[in-house]
């Protein structure tokens, strides 16, 4: 069983930046694909990004490209996503998601219970 709970979501000016965090609870984190969501008011849950067990592969919604950087250090069993130049229309509750598939959108095995990133213009 794996627990994951994300953090350092909050309000940030347009052109802003915030880190979030996923810290994941077991000794299997490095045996799982990990990939982050987001879901704004009304919509759909979207994909933002994705990283490798080893950390080596990377990939980025061309939404957030260039602006966002996913990164995970197995040691600490944490998945990182820095989001730099935050524009109002990325506001939305943010997950994070572990798959033991090699597919993007395939089957999720865990979820974490999200964290709230608000944009202000």
């Known amino acids: 069983q794996v627990q994951l709970v994300e953090s350092g979501g909050g309000l940030v000016q347009a052109g802003g930046s915030l880190r979030l965090s996923c810290a994941a609870s077991?000794?299997?984190?490095?045996?799982?694909?990990m990939d982050w969501f987001r879901q704004a008011p009304g919509k759909e849950r979207e994909f933002v990004a994705a990283?490798?067990?080893?950390?080596?592969?990377?990939y980025y919604a061309n939404s957030v490209k260039g602006r966002f950087t996913i990164s995970r250090d197995n040691a600490k069993n944490t998945v990182y996503l820095q989001m730099n130049d935050l524009k109002p229309e990325d506001t939305a509750v943010y997950y994070c998601?572990?798959?033991?598939?090699?597919?993007?959108?395939?089957?999720?095995?865990?979820w974490g219970q999200g964290t709230q990133v608000t944009v202000s213009s």
């Open positions: 077991g000794r299997t984190f490095s045996m799982y694909n």
């Open positions: 998601a572990a798959r033991e598939s090699d597919y993007i959108n395939d089957r999720y095995n865990y």
């Open positions: 990283i490798g067990r080893s950390g080596g592969s990377t």
